[in-house]
């Protein structure tokens, strides 16, 4: 098993044949309070650091993309919106952007002091978004 790290996260890959295609990583403590938790609740970020699990790699990013592209063939005709966190570390702005441009939104609702964890550090204001979006399309 190969291993890499990304400050205190863990990125391990199989042996054999696409190593780097087959693989799991797991958020580090120092990683998870630093770029997911960051403005959470430190009870919040205490209780996920003990149910942090080692996530699947899916090795052909192009054709995950391809995949799970919203079209009107794959759920186009579902309501989307979505909801930016201005200070989420792990989705930096740009790939939101190219996100909501691949995949188009009926609506763009923004928090401008969530981190990748709104419903812990807004939860007052991401509930909000999301009462105003069931008023307004469901």
């Given at each position: 098993?190969?291993?890499?790290s990304?400050?205190?996260?863990?990125?391990?890959?199989?042996?054999?044949?696409?190593a780097h295609?087959?693989?799991?990583f797991i958020?580090g403590?120092q990683?998870?309070a630093?770029?997911?938790?960051?403005?959470s609740?430190?009870e919040?970020?205490?209780?996920?650091?003990?149910?942090?699990?080692?996530?699947?790699?899916?090795?052909?990013?192009?054709l995950?993309?391809e995949?799970t592209?919203?079209?009107r063939?794959?759920?186009?005709?579902?309501t989307?919106?979505?909801?930016?966190?201005?200070?989420?570390k792990?989705?930096?702005?740009?790939?939101q952007?190219s996100?909501i441009?691949r995949?188009?939104t009926?609506d763009?609702k923004?928090i401008p002091?969530?981190d990748h964890m709104p419903m812990f550090?807004?939860p007052h204001?991401?509930?909000?978004h999301l009462?105003?979006i069931a008023n307004?399309?469901?």
């Open positions: 098993m190969c291993l890499e990304n400050l205190d996260s863990v990125t391990m890959f199989d042996e054999g044949h696409n295609h087959n693989g799991s958020f403590p990683f998870m630093s770029n997911l938790y960051q403005l609740p430190l919040d970020l205490t209780l996920a650091l003990s149910l942090v699990r080692p996530t699947r790699i899916y090795g052909d990013e192009e995950l993309r995949e592209r919203v079209t063939d794959k759920y186009g005709t579902v989307k919106v979505y909801v930016v966190c201005e200070q989420d792990v989705l930096k702005p740009n790939f952007v996100m441009e995949n188009p009926n763009v923004v002091d969530a550090s807004k204001e991401l509930f909000s009462q105003e307004t399309y469901y």
